[in-house]
């Protein structure tokens, strides 16, 4: 669905990120894009906390609907008596569920917003049922992730040879969320299943050409920095762990889908990005690797000749407080751009991030100018942003591939789905299932 300029340009209100230029969606709008959108706007948190939760409002609010509409598509929470109901009910009661346990301190903007959802539903037993039927699926995911690992404490001692992460400058802050590494996934196999091979050996020419390349173009006076390369920069470093739900939400607003259509691609979109976190902690706190701007600074003790020490540099704004490698701006854009390039149509959009806005050509160069920005910024290496992409782009494909969320196909379409696995049946021996990537 390609836009005019016009729509483009209107769409960039559409797409705030906050505040009063809000997402232009009511309660009177699909439940499922009310309460997302409603989420982006409230929650607060960080961004693995921000995809942990939205992940669990979508998984529940997606069983929910599913039970409504008699079971069409798999469900995430397993073995949960619902008796069904009205689908904007249902869907309401799992999201504000989830949303007050996870984030108490906005219950009453939760309650409020419950009270203006329900207030749309006629009085009845199918009211009755799809209330019934959302909070079961919100008790359930709420056990689900009752014990996920995501508030355990996990020593970490940084290290001090070349390589290794330490604290960086100005405020030296610890580690962020070791435990992270850990938190059980909500569909990938396994923490490490994504993890990204080792980066450059310091020795390296690879490594020499990452090292030069950030400490010229991500200095904060760079001269070979363009000023859009800059406004890419300072854009996506507000971003966090909403934004991809922001852009998803906004992209599928106007396609007029089911409810149900709607929740799968919420669905899929949040537990990829919220696996996207997951999997590059995993990564980062296996390798460890350190920041450029300790790098930079302490050049003269990586053993590379091509690597001259600048005790003065500073990158362009400051840099977090984990390890450099992989970059989790990458990996959740590229987990992102997967799923929706494959659920919806692809389109030109703006987004807007506090006072800032920026405008892209499709999905697919917005992740890629997410992940060049940490470079453009100097706090990332450019192998950092590519085995981030490519770990996204690869889990973004596994959730596409997974049966949660997907269809049941109807009695009808069972034997034409057998005769046509008789007819594939020989191909798909001679070849590997892959997954649609528009």
């Known amino acids: 669905m390609k836009k005019s300029v016009k729509t483009v340009l209107a769409l960039a209100t559409a797409l705030a990120w906050a505040g009063p230029s809000g997402a232009a969606i009511t309660v009177n709008d ?15 948190g960080n961004p693995l906390t921000q995809s942990r939760a939205v992940a669990m409002v979508n998984t ?50 939760y309650d409020m917003a419950l009270a203006s959802s329900l207030g749309l539903v006629g009085a009845g037993t199918a009211k009755e049922n799809g209330k019934a039927t959302g909070a ?8 689900n992730r009752q014990n996920d690992g995501s508030t355990a404490v996990v020593p970490y001692t940084p290290g001090m040879l070349p390589g290794q992460w330490r604290p960086t400058p100005p405020n030296n802050a610890p580690a962020a969320a070791p435990q992270w590494a850990d938190v059980n996934p909500f569909l990938m196999a396994a923490n490490d299943q994504f993890r990204a091979g080792p980066p450059p050996a310091l020795s390296s020419a690879e490594y020499a050409a990452a090292y030069n390349e950030v400490k010229e173009i991500g200095a904060l006076n760079s001269m070979t920095r363009t000023a859009d390369q800059t406004a890419s920069a300072l854009f996506w470093d507000t971003s966090n762990g909403m934004t991809w739900i922001r852009i998803g ?12 259509q709607n929740a799968r691609v919420m669905a899929k979109l949040s537990t990829a990005i919220a696996d996207s976190f997951i999997s590059v902690w995993d990564t980062k706190y296996e390798y460890n690797f350190w920041r450029p701007i300790t790098a930079i600074r302490e050049g003269d003790t990586d053993g590379n000749a ?20 992989a970059s989790a701006h990458s990996i959740q ?29 499709g999905i697919a160069q917005a992740a890629q100018d997410a992940a060049d920005s940490r ?14 992409l490519a770990a996204g782009d690869a889990i973004g494909r596994w959730t596409l591939a997974q049966s949660a969320f ?33």
């Open 249 to 260: 939400v906004d992209v599928i607003a106007d396609d007029h889908l089911s409810t149900l």
């Open 30 to 44: 699909d439940p499922v894009l009310f309460w997302n959108d409603l989420a982006v706007k409230t929650f607060g």
């Open 406 to 438: 997907n269809g049941v196909p109807e009695p009808a379409s069972w034997a034409l789905m057998i005769a046509g696995f008789g007819l594939a049946g020989t191909a798909l021996r001679r070849r590997p299932v892959r997954v649609a990537y528009a």
């Open 375 to 388: 470079l453009w910024g100097g706090i990332h290496w450019r192998f950092d942003n590519e085995a981030g």
């Open 136 to 143: 079961a699926y919100a008790a359930a995911m709420l056990a």
């Open 60 to 109: 529940a609010m997606y069983d929910a609907v599913n039970r409504t509409y008699n079971g069409a598509g798999n469900y995430y929470n397993q073995g949960v008596a619902a008796p069904g109901g009205n689908v904007r009910a249902a869907a309401s009661v799992a999201a504000h569920d989830v949303l007050v346990a996870v984030d108490p301190t906005h219950a009453g903007t």
């Open 333 to 361: 854009s590229g987990a992102a751009a997967a799923v929706l390039l494959d659920l919806v149509a692809d389109q030109a959009f703006c987004n807007t991030i506090g006072p800032d806005m920026r405008c892209f050509s």
């Open 306 to 325: 091509d690597t001259e020490a600048d005790a003065g540099w500073t990158p362009l704004f400051g840099t977090p407080n984990h390890p450099s490698y």
